[in-house]
T-cell receptor, first 111, second 116 residues
């Protein structure tokens, strides 16, 4: 799996959009970008994934650059419950492989 | 709703004893489940891949004789920590991959093991 780089921490004001960047410059053509988050003392939660097009679901939006070497997860209206560690993971789809977690970004939503 | 459950959610055991942790896939059948371990202030680390009807695949550095995995059905995998020691105290989390669509993984709520 390609390696990813994320900032260790970020702050965001409640109600504002939270933009979390991820660099994955060594991504290969058949690898997808997945985002998960882990709220303290809970199991990780799937957020969204994409290949090359921008994606949106009820939780977030995913913007992938045209060269696919980086992406941004957007939480449009952050709430205090969005405080968590966010992981950007690049992996093949359906490979039945376990995930390799980096250190992620600790997003803190400020009231 | 929950897609994956784990039992127990926490357990305290004495050094030298064995502990079994159950992971159940509630929404779909899973021929493959994954087990992770997470130490305080660290990220999740993949321990092993549990395969229904066959032997588990362990990551490098994980002792297969210490962490016994049984995947007896398409909805249940168990992890047994044998002869537990204080250094085995950790947060153990299982996951299941959706068999179609996005193939995203769904994680259980985790089991916190404390060995005294």
């Amino acid at each position: 799996d390609a390696k990813t780089t994320q900032p260790p921490s970020m702050d965001c004001a409640e109600g504002r959009a939270a933009n979390l960047p991820c660099n994955h410059s060594t991504i290969s053509g058949n690898e997808y970008v997945y985002w998960y988050r882990q709220i303290h003392s809970q199991g990780p939660q799937y957020i969204i994934h994409g290949l090359k097009n921008n994606e949106t679901n009820e939780m977030a939006s995913l913007i992938i650059t045209e060269d696919r070497k980086s992406s941004t997860l957007i939480l449009p209206h952050a709430t205090l419950r969005d405080t968590a560690v966010y992981y950007c993971i690049v992996t093949e789809k359906g490979g039945a492989d376990g995930l390799t977690f980096g250190k992620g970004t600790h997003l803190i939503i400020q009231p | 709703g929950a897609v994956v459950s784990q039992h127990p959610s926490w357990v305290i055991c004495k050094s030298g004893t064995s502990v079994k942790i159950e992971c159940r896939s509630l929404d779909f059948q899973a021929t493959t489940m994954f087990w992770y371990r997470q130490f305080p202030k660290q990220s999740l680390m993949l321990m092993a891949t549990s395969n229904e009807g066959s032997k588990a695949t362990y990551e490098q550095g994980v002792e297969k004789d210490k962490f016994l995995i049984n995947h007896a059905s398409l909805t249940l995998s168990t992890l047994t920590v044998t002869s537990a020691h204080p250094e085995d105290s950790s947060f153990y989390i299982c996951s299941v991959e959706r068999p179609s669509g996005g193939h995203e993984q769904y994680f259980g709520p985790g089991t916190r093991l404390t060995v005294t």
